[in-house]
């Protein structure tokens, strides 16, 4: 990743918050501000028409282990116990 600051490097950043509270908008700001995000980001859509400045990969990833154990994006709540040494954590 590229610097923010030139006295410190970034190995990795992320950025949490629910569904329409401003992470796309501090995303896209920290890109105006030099950090590299990605080349693989996903495309702007109707309801985001300046993007979502969010990394395509990991979201995709996500998905498949939310589906893998029965949950989904828009679910409250915990994983299951034990979900990190499960087959799907794995894939």
């Known amino acids: 990743m590229k610097k923010l600051n030139h006295s410190r490097d970034i190995d990795c950043l992320i950025i949490l918050g629910m569904h329409r509270s401003g992470t796309s908008l501090l995303s896209g700001c920290l890109h105006l ?6 080349s693989n980001l996903m495309k702007p859509t109707e ?38 040494e499960s087959k799907a954590a794995h894939k």
């Open 33 to 38: 501000l030099g950090l590299d995000l990605g």
């Open 47 to 84: 309801s985001n028409k300046l993007g979502h400045w969010e990394n395509y990969n990991l979201m995709l990833a996500h998905d498949i282990l939310f589906k893998d154990l029965g949950f989904r994006w828009d679910m409250t709540g915990n994983l299951p116990k034990g979900w990190l």
